[in-house]
């Protein structure tokens, strides 16, 4: 069993940056796939960003590239997300999930993924 914990929301003006981070007990964290999705209000829960085993492979949502970077510390059994030139859109829940896997893979689906965080909010205002 993993338990995710996520921190580092807030608000933020439009332009700005937050750094989001999730912090896992329970396994061997450098088993998972880790990834990132959020849910804004009134839509589905849609892919952020995902980061596999050891770091060396990572996917993003189109909305978010060049913006937003996924990372992980295996040390210290962490996964951050660091968002620069917020907008607006980007205002959501954040939530991070994570899965065992055999093989340096991302995972992409929120299916595929058993273990969530409770989430944390993020306000980016105009």
């Known amino acids: 069993q993993v338990q995710l914990v996520e921190s580092g929301g807030g608000l933020v003006q439009a332009g700005g940056s937050l750094r989001l981070s999730c912090a896992a007990s329970g396994g061997t964290f450098s088993n998972v796939c880790m990834g990132w999705f959020r849910q804004a209000p009134g839509k589905e829960r849609e892919f952020v960003a995902a980061?596999?085993?050891?770091?060396?492979?990572?996917e993003y949502a189109d909305s978010v590239k060049g913006r937003f970077t996924i990372s992980r510390d295996n040390a210290k059994n962490t996964m951050y997300l660091q968002m620069n030139s917020l907008k607006p859109e980007d205002t959501a829940i954040y939530y991070c999930?994570?899965?065992?896997?055999?093989?340096?893979?991302?995972?992409?689906?929120?299916?595929?993924?058993?273990?969530w965080g409770q989430g944390t909010q993020v306000t980016v205002s105009s």
């Open positions: 999930a994570a899965n065992f896997v055999f093989a340096q893979v991302v995972l992409k689906n929120q299916w595929q993924y058993n273990y």
């Open positions: 980061i596999s085993r050891n770091g060396g492979i990572t």
